[in-house]
């Protein structure tokens, strides 16, 4: 249930409008766990998430927005507070963050009808606070996604503070020191090649991102829609997953990973990852396989393959590690 305080003030040196809500789950949940997602790595300007409490810096439809989430006790209620242009559709939209919309009694109903591995179980048994958060965001998780395409986290992860640092902006009301917005559509498209070079980002992904934001307006349509709903002006089948693959340099592993935060995808498993096939196959069968195998195993788990993978991931099960790691590349001359 959300109940909604008051559009009071926060004092501060120069008075700025917040509003502030309730939220009780109704069932455990951990900020950590649950919107850990959504942090590209442990430097994100965006995001800080600790046990107690979240702070959030993001664009909304109606502008600028920063979302701070206090939840002192897994079992008890959020209270939301949120500033800027875009706070009132931040605070309406918080719940989302924390499971509203992530209904787990059908997964538990085939789990306790013994559908699913004794390590699911177990993972689920010790990690009921785990929901799978729904932001409405298409455009970050997306520019995320892309960064992240066959690089490692250490070189994804420079592109994206690098882009926040000299292309966002500060994050409004009383927030801690650093927060910032990650760039708009409208600051990136000016973008030069030697821009991308010097953020590490080299030609297919800085093309990508630029398909992305000429296409990302249109995209919008799907932000506060169901996953699965057709745009009654688009392409045949008309759903946001088709509209993403339209856009050249998106493929199914960046499409999964836009939707499992966009709009907490229960099912989207992130196909070409580096790690995740051989993860899912150690831990379920014992031995590496490929992507097409993983898909052949997980087939039984739909439409909660993410939700498996989830909690795969919080099992404490970590993949075996052969050979040298992949060296960050210099990008800076391609």
């Not at 409490?53 to 079992?75: M, N, V």
């Not at 959020?78 to 706070?87: D, K, L, S, V, Y």
């Not at 409004?172 to 030697?194: H, K, T």
Request: hydrophobic share 40%.
């Amino acid at each position: 249930m959300v109940v909604f305080l008051s559009g009071s003030r926060y004092m501060m040196r120069n008075m700025q409008k917040s509003w502030s809500a309730s939220f009780s789950p109704g069932r455990p949940v951990s900020l950590v766990k649950s919107l850990g997602i959504l942090r590209r790595g442990q430097g994100d300007p965006t995001i800080r998430i600790s046990e107690t409490e979240a702070w959030l810096a993001f664009s909304t439809p109606e502008g600028p927005a920063t979302l701070h989430i206090s939840k002192p006790l897994r079992l008890g209620p959020a209270e939301f507070r949120a500033w800027g242009p875009g706070g009132e559709w931040a605070v309406h939209s918080a719940p989302n963050l924390l499971g509203a919309g992530d209904d787990w009694s059908e997964f538990d109903d085939l789990l306790h009808r013994g559908l699913f591995p004794e390590i699911v179980v177990r993972s689920r048994a010790e990690h009921p606070d785990l929901v799978l958060p729904a932001t409405g965001r298409i455009f970050e998780h997306t520019i995320g996604a892309i960064l992240e395409q066959r690089v490692t986290g250490i070189e994804a992860n420079y592109a994206w503070r690098w882009l926040i640092r000299h292309y966002g902006q500060p994050a409004p009301g009383p927030v801690p020191v650093g927060l910032r917005i990650f760039p708009s559509a409208q600051e990136l498209a000016p973008l030069r090649r030697w821009d991308w070079q010097v953020a590490r980002v080299e030609g297919k992904r800085a093309e990508a991102i630029r398909n992305f934001v000429q296409a990302s307006g249109a995209l919008n349509w799907w932000a506060d829609k169901p996953l699965d709903q057709p745009k009654p002006t688009a392409k045949a089948p008309g759903t946001l997953e088709s509209a993403l693959g339209s856009v050249s340099g998106i493929g199914p592993w960046t499409i999964a990973e836009t939707l499992q935060r966009s709009h907490g995808s229960t099912d989207h498993i992130s196909v070409g990852d580096f790690h995740l096939a051989d993860f899912v196959g150690q831990v379920l069968t014992g031995r590496r396989i490929n992507d097409q195998q993983m898909l052949e195993l997980m087939a039984p788990f739909a439409p909660h393959r993410q939700r498996v993978v989830r909690l795969l991931g919080l099992s404490g099960e970590r993949k075996q590690s052969f050979g040298p790691r992949y060296a960050p590349l210099d990008h800076r001359q391609r």
